[in-house]
């Protein structure tokens, strides 16, 4: 069997079929096996069984939103704002982050059914070689990132599973304040890489100003994203890390 990694990310939806029709104008998703493909990543989209709440802020360990990269930011976003059923996160447009923060430029918003999304362009020079050689506006999925309210613990929880840190970093300022519509930040910021490699691979956000906000939801609502893992070690039932992020197995529905 393959190494562990991250097959899919499955996201509940009130109505699957119109959340596929959105990803499909929005990005030009195609169709896969119970979800849409972004490239070479897929969204799986499965039925909620409860009703919608109010959205997570960035800074609640419910938020957990999936990072699609864009060669062209000024292209992709004029692009998603002649596709309607979205709203903002950010709150003036794409970010150019400093370079501390890696110089990426970002814009971060929900889908109709409210699940965190961000538009993510590499800048000139530094854009990983898994988005080299891809060609389209809409290039595929990099991360799922999930806030956390403890790095180390949720580190120590996913180097259980193979995962290993690929980056660690500090990231603050007025952009990013203005991207996650949160007032003076100070985000910790770690990569992991599952064993079977990226991507996508995981992304652990930990609030140290404002600082952390529980964000427990049912298992049925569109907020309880799964992240879908296949390979040895994939889990034979839901697992929850510590801070009630999902996880289960590719085979199971």
């Given at each position: 069997m393959s190494a562990l990694r991250i097959a899919a990310i499955r996201l509940l939806c009130p109505d699957p079929a119109a959340t596929a029709a959105f990803y499909a104008?929005?990005?030009?998703?195609a169709a896969a096996p119970h979800g849409v493909a972004l490239g070479a990543q897929t969204i799986e989209l499965a039925p909620a069984s409860e009703p919608p709440g109010a959205p997570a802020p960035s800074e609640s360990t419910g938020f957990q939103h999936c990072a699609i990269v864009v060669p062209d930011m000024d292209r992709a976003y004029a692009h998603l704002r002649g596709v309607a059923g979205w709203t903002p996160i950010s709150r003036a447009g794409p970010?150019?982050?400093?370079?501390?923060?890696?110089?990426?430029?970002?814009?971060?918003?929900r889908d109709p059914d409210g699940h965190p999304l961000e538009l993510l362009a590499f800048p000139?020079?530094?854009?990983?070689?898994?988005?080299?050689?891809?060609?389209?506006?809409?290039?595929?999925?990099?991360?799922?990132?999930?806030?956390?309210a403890d790095t180390e613990r949720a580190v120590a929880f996913y180097a259980g599973l193979g995962f290993e840190v690929a980056s660690r970093g500090l990231n603050r300022g007025p952009e990013q304040a203005r991207m996650d519509a949160v007032d003076d930040p100070v985000v910790e910021v770690t990569g992991l890489t599952p064993p079977g490699g990226a991507p996508?691979?995981?992304?652990?956000?930990?609030?140290r100003a404002p600082g952390p906000i529980a964000g427990p939801c049912a298992d049925g609502s569109?907020?309880?994203?799964?992240?879908?893992l296949a390979g040895t070690g994939a889990p034979a039932a839901m697992l929850r890390d510590p801070d009630g992020h999902r996880l289960v197995r590719a085979a199971d529905r």
């Amino acid at each position: 069997m393959s190494a562990l990694r991250i097959a899919a990310i499955r996201l509940l939806c009130p109505d699957p079929a119109a959340t596929a029709a959105f990803y499909a104008a929005a990005f030009g998703a195609a169709a896969a096996p119970h979800g849409v493909a972004l490239g070479a990543q897929t969204i799986e989209l499965a039925p909620a069984s409860e009703p919608p709440g109010a959205p997570a802020p960035s800074e609640s360990t419910g938020f957990q939103h999936c990072a699609i990269v864009v060669p062209d930011m000024d292209r992709a976003y004029a692009h998603l704002r002649g596709v309607a059923g979205w709203t903002p996160i950010s709150r003036a447009g794409p970010e150019r982050l400093p370079a501390a923060s890696g110089s990426v430029t970002a814009f971060k918003f929900r889908d109709p059914d409210g699940h965190p999304l961000e538009l993510l362009a590499f800048p000139s020079g530094a854009v990983p070689p898994a988005w080299r050689e891809r060609s389209g506006l809409f290039l595929g999925i990099d991360h799922t990132a999930i806030t956390v309210a403890d790095t180390e613990r949720a580190v120590a929880f996913y180097a259980g599973l193979g995962f290993e840190v690929a980056s660690r970093g500090l990231n603050r300022g007025p952009e990013q304040a203005r991207m996650d519509a949160v007032d003076d930040p100070v985000v910790e910021v770690t990569g992991l890489t599952p064993p079977g490699g990226a991507p996508p691979h995981l992304e652990l956000l930990r609030y140290r100003a404002p600082g952390p906000i529980a964000g427990p939801c049912a298992d049925g609502s569109p907020l309880a994203t799964r992240i879908v893992l296949a390979g040895t070690g994939a889990p034979a039932a839901m697992l929850r890390d510590p801070d009630g992020h999902r996880l289960v197995r590719a085979a199971d529905r």
